[in-house]
């Protein structure tokens, strides 16, 4: 499939040179604007869900799970296909999988199918590192890569927000319980249409396969280790039984052996000698503690606002619309920090951008941990956190390219992407098994000492993801550009 005997002059008459810049980034804007609303639509429905689909509000995290661990999978072998067979080729297959997904959620009347839709949209992750090959291969230097990511970002929140909005105004607005499902469906339909002739082709590839034996002993560790984590402590699956403990110990097992054979494969799916450097591994780090809480709670704070405290003594009782508007201050706060990050970052250094995201976070958790009785005060604590997020987004992923030589940018932000995932779903699991501990037998909701010590939890996590920001080394300017 290698597309190396194509000459480079053919590629780039009809590649990235030749397409105008102002299209590039409105597609690449338009692709990651979509990726939000297939992330953010569920959000205004959870509540709702728990009724319509017969589930209960633990039951739900396993949508986010399902999500996440389905990212795990597509992210790395997404990610190498880009850059060894063209990151638009791939990206037009990636967005058709994602419609798949889109449809089946449209079409679900059981939590089944809802999961299985869920599992195919998952490939949305393969969208950003994609995107990034595109706008790193016009080659317009290190700058322009941080503005463009930031637009990235900055669109991807746009989605979320979107998505948000119209399936709360849709499921106000239609009788049908499941008619607001469909958002995604169309706006993926949509881009697909619109994206498949503006989007450039990449001018260099490097040539190579992909390491195939490497993706499934990746994908495989990973999934076992998030399948022990998010059903520990379950019915069946406790702490102690052979299934918790051979998925655990099984997933590392196969892990580790993936680290050996990457270190004997010439192309590996990810080259694992890239974390020896200091910097990767406080970045992959930092991106861990931050995903655990943002990707975390993004379940547990949806079903807290729609929860009536007539009905259980705390929650804030609102509507799906009014649920998704309650979201909003977080969310735009987010694009707000992911797109003033980059300034941000050549005033105070990458390091201290970094510390400062964790720390923002960690307020705002606790904001929400003191306040969540008073509706301003709790919103407000969600966007300090969503201020600190988007530092976080923007840095996390900017560092993590230029980290890579440029034939392998799509890994370099794959990666990062596959890094997001994990750290989302060690926090869904986590939030999973507080939930599940806190819901009395036969009880659809939780006590509020689940999202109580959420949120503590959450909190403390991004104290520790400052403490290790702080281990990060700035390179100089000259470096960088």
């Not at 196969?254 to 694992?272: F, G, H, Q």
Request: aromatic share 6%; with cysteine; hydrophobic share 50%.
């Amino acid at each position: 499939m290698t597309d190396t005997a194509a000459p480079t002059d053919t590629v780039r008459r009809r590649g990235v040179r030749a397409t105008p810049a102002a299209a590039v980034i409105a597609a690449v804007a338009l692709v990651e604007l979509v990726s939000g609303i297939n992330q953010g639509f569920l959000s205004p429905l959870l509540r709702g869900l728990t009724d319509t689909l017969g589930v209960t509000a633990a039951d739900l995290n396993w949508i986010s799970i399902a999500n996440l661990l389905a990212s795990v999978a597509f992210t790395p072998v997404l990610s190498r296909m880009g850059d060894l067979y063209g990151h638009r080729r791939v990206l037009r297959w990636n967005l058709a999988i994602v419609l798949l997904g889109a449809v089946l959620v449209g079409f679900s009347r059981s939590f089944g199918m809802l999961l299985v839709g869920q599992i195919l949209q998952g490939a949305f992750a393969g969208f950003f590192p994609l995107l990034v090959g595109i706008l790193r291969n016009r080659d317009r230097g290190s700058a322009e890569s941080r503005r463009g990511i930031a637009i990235m970002v900055a669109a991807l929140v746009g989605g979320l927000s979107f998505g948000l909005v119209a399936s709360g105004l849709v499921a106000r607005s239609v009788d049908s319980p499941t008619a607001a499902l469909w958002v995604p469906a169309v706006a993926t339909g949509l881009a697909l249409a619109v994206t498949w002739p503006l989007l450039p082709e990449s001018d260099h590839r490097p040539g190579g396969r992909v390491d195939w034996a490497g993706g499934i002993l990746l994908c495989l560790g990973l999934v076992a280790v998030m399948l022990g984590l998010g059903l520990g402590g379950t019915p069946g699956w406790e702490w102690t039984s052979a299934r918790t403990l051979g998925s655990l110990i099984g997933g590392v097992l196969v892990t580790a052996l993936w680290v050996a054979v990457e270190l004997r494969t010439a192309e590996p799916m990810i080259d694992v000698r890239m974390f020896r450097h200091r910097n990767v591994v406080v970045v992959s780090l930092v991106t861990l503690t931050f995903t655990f809480c943002m990707l975390g709670l993004q379940v547990a704070n949806p079903v807290f606002l729609g929860t009536s405290p007539a009905e259980t003594g705390y929650g804030l009782g609102l509507d799906p619309f009014a649920i998704a508007l309650a979201m909003l201050p977080n969310l735009l706060v987010l694009a707000l920090g992911a797109l003033i990050a980059p300034a941000v970052a050549a005033r105070v250094s990458d390091r201290l951008t970094l510390v400062t995201g964790s720390l923002l976070m960690a307020s705002g958790y606790l904001l929400s941990l003191t306040c969540h009785s008073d509706r301003v005060l709790f919103l407000a604590g969600t966007a300090v956190a969503g201020l600190g997020t988007g530092f976080l987004q923007h840095s996390t992923r900017t560092l993590a390219v230029e980290a890579v030589p440029q034939d392998r940018t799509s890994v370099g932000s794959g990666i990062n992407e596959l890094l997001i995932n994990v750290g989302g779903s060690v926090g869904a699991a986590a939030v999973l098994t507080v939930f599940a501990a806190r819901t009395p037998a036969g009880q659809v909701l939780p006590e509020l000492g689940a999202y109580t010590t959420s949120w503590t939890v959450c909190a403390l996590v991004s104290v520790a993801g400052a403490g290790i920001a702080l281990l990060y080394r700035d390179q100089s300017r000259k470096e960088r550009a």
